[in-house]
Structures are given as C-alpha cells and as structure tokens.
C-alpha cells in the first residue's frame, strides 16, 4: 500500500532491487482521496467526449468537415481521459512505476502522441473556421469531407511518427538509458535539442497559426459590420445590424475562449521546458502537466457545448430517441421537441 504505516518504516518500491525507488508516504484518507477524485475527474473526460463521438457518428446531418475535426479531437481527448489520465493518476498516487521501462516508454509515446493529436486538431479547427468566415463562397471548394478526412489522417500519422522518434532517439527503450534514475520511476527524460525541438514542434508553431487565423477572423468580421454599418438604410437594417452585432459578439466571446483555454493550458508547460528539470519543483511539474491533461475534458464543453444541435443530439441520447428506426437521419438543427 502507498499510505503511510504506523511504524514510519522507509518504505522501496522494490525492496528486493538496491536501486529501487523510495516508496512515498501518504495518509490513508489522502490515499483513498486522491483516487476517488481523479477517478472522477478521468470519467468525466471520457463521458463529455464520448457524448461528443456518439452525437457527431450517429446523426448524418452532422457528418460535415467541421464536425469531422470536432470528432477526431474528441477521439484523442477520450483517449487522454482513458489511458493517459489512470496512468498518470497511478504514478502519482502509488509514487512507483511496477511495469518495466518498456511499457514506460511505450506509455510516454502514447500520451506525447494524443497531446500533439490535440493540437494538431486545435490548428485544423482554427484553419477551417478562417476559410469558413473569410472565405464563405470558397469554402465548398476547398474544405471538403475527403480533404478533411485526408488531414486528419495525415495530422495523426505524423503525430504518432514524431511521438516515437523522441522516445526511440532518447533511448527510453534501452533499460540503462537514466544512469540516475532509481529503479521504479517512470519519467520523461529528454535531451536539451529535443526539448527545443518539441517546444517549436508542438507549441510555438500551432500557437502561430490558431492566433493568426482568429486574429484574420476578427478582422475580417470587423470589416464586415463597418460595410454593414456604411450601408443602413432605414429600420429594418438597423434590426439586421443589431442581430449581426449580437451575432459578431457572440463568435468574439466563443473564439476569446476558446483560445484563451488554450494559452492557459499549454503556455505554463512549455515555459517549464526551457528551465532545467532540476529547476522546477514535483509539485510544479505535475500541477502544470495535469494542466495539460484537464485541456481534453474542456475541449467538449468549448467546441460542442456552445452548439444547439449538440445539446439536442445529447437529449436524444439520454431519452434513447437514438435507438428508434431511422433516428440517425434525423433534423436535429430543427427539432426543438
């Protein structure tokens, strides 16, 4: 057991072994604590995104590009609150890795593959809005079901083919690649160039473009209600003026969060990168790396919430109207029942 025994006795992960990692002491309420809450926090992550799979895969009304990116996003995040989080939750309540460095390294490229997944998704969601808003006539033409099936593929490949080079290059399969490591801890070890690497890779160049296309997107809705504005002829305009104002308001508010979200989320982490391991504390590494792992249970409420046909599409599931014949083809956009 990981909490802490009456005796106080220095407690190994593997008593057995010299090098085995010293055990760390938890209370026992602290122990059963830790697990009922992250237990809830991995099942809330997995049910938000699992709402989102079912919805976008069942009605073929939704089977559009957008929604396409919107369901790959959500497969990664489910998969984050499914393997990624348990795991990481065990590490940091048991204190000790008992699987091997093979499962070490195979569970470090998958958690490095689903993060870049993530945003990877991120990039093509803000690539297609600014085609949709700056764009509109265009937008048929060049983002369609196949191109995007296409990027996501492709978006995912490259993300697990990157993933896998930087455990392979640091030596996570090789056993006696940490000569400092105490036997029992599984920890992300990665060389100065490799760190500089992923932090332009899998930070710095995916926070270009989400920025500039949204900064593109503001830009050119502002244009938009200026021409609008130049144009008012009467009260009816002003009406439809009023609605566009309350319609530009409400796309300002949604992006404002959506990248605020991620700034939050993802800048702590990545600043980390550039300072020595030795700098940063436990407490500040794994606060910041849960950080990242609770982004995948907000991507939902974000990119699905804020839609009327996902609050309609999960109605239908909980009252099992998606059971019915012929439910797949239904109008959720227009069935308000």
């Known amino acids: ?6 005796d106080h006795e220095t407690q190994y992960c593997f008593p057995a072994i010299n090098s085995s990692c010293i055990k760390g002491k938890r209370s026992r309420h602290e122990y059963n604590f830790m697990y009922v809450f992250f237990s809830l926090l991995s099942a809330w992550t997995v049910f938000l995104n699992l709402l989102v799979i079912i919805s976008i895969s069942h009605f073929k009304k939704l089977h559009t590009p957008t929604n396409l990116i919107i ?10 609150g499914l393997i990624v989080m348990p795991v990481e939750a065990f590490k940091l309540i048991e204190t000790c890795w008992y699987f091997g460095d093979t499962l070490c390294a ?3 490229a998958v958690m490095g593959v689903l993060l870049s997944a993530s945003l990877s998704n991120l990039v093509l969601i803000a690539i297609d809005r600014y085609v949709a808003v700056c764009h509109p006539l265009l937008y048929p033409q060049k983002i369609t079901t196949t191109k995007t ?7 995912w490949s490259c993300c697990s083919a990157y993933n896998f080079a930087i455990v392979i290059c640091n030596g996570y399969f090789d056993t ?5 490591a105490c036997y029992g801890e599984c920890i992300a070890v990665i060389s100065s160039a490799w760190r500089f690497t992923d932090l332009t890779f899998s930070f710095v160049c995916p926070c270009m473009v989400i920025i500039t296309e949204y900064l593109r997107i503001f830009y050119v809705v502002h244009q938009q209600v200026k021409v609008i504005n130049s144009l008012v002829k009467g009260s ?5 003026v009023s609605v566009r104002r309350k319609s530009e308001s409400k796309a300002a508010l949604t992006l404002g969060i959506i990248v605020t979200v991620y700034l939050f989320c993802w800048i702590p982490y990545y600043i980390s990168t550039l300072t020595e391991i030795t700098v940063n504390t436990f407490t500040t590494v794994t606060f910041l790396s849960w950080t990242l792992y609770i982004n995948s249970g907000l991507n939902p409420l974000i ?5 009327r046909w996902f609050k309609i599409s999960v109605k239908h ?7 019915e014949p012929a439910s797949s083809f239904m109008d959720i956009f227009t069935d308000y029942s």
């Not at 990119?303 to 839609?307: D, E, I």
């Open 106 to 108: 195979m569970f470090m």
């Open 149 to 155: 099936l296409m990027s996501i593929c492709l978006f």
């Open 1 to 6: 057991m990981a909490y802490e025994t009456e």
């Open 303 to 307: 990119y699905a919430l804020f839609y």
């Open 317 to 323: 599931i909980f009252t099992l109207k998606i059971l």
């Open 236 to 240: 009816k305009c002003v009406m439809e």
């Open 71 to 80: 369901l790959s996003l959500a497969v990664a995040d489910l998969l984050m």
């Open 176 to 180: 006696p690649h940490r000569t400092n």
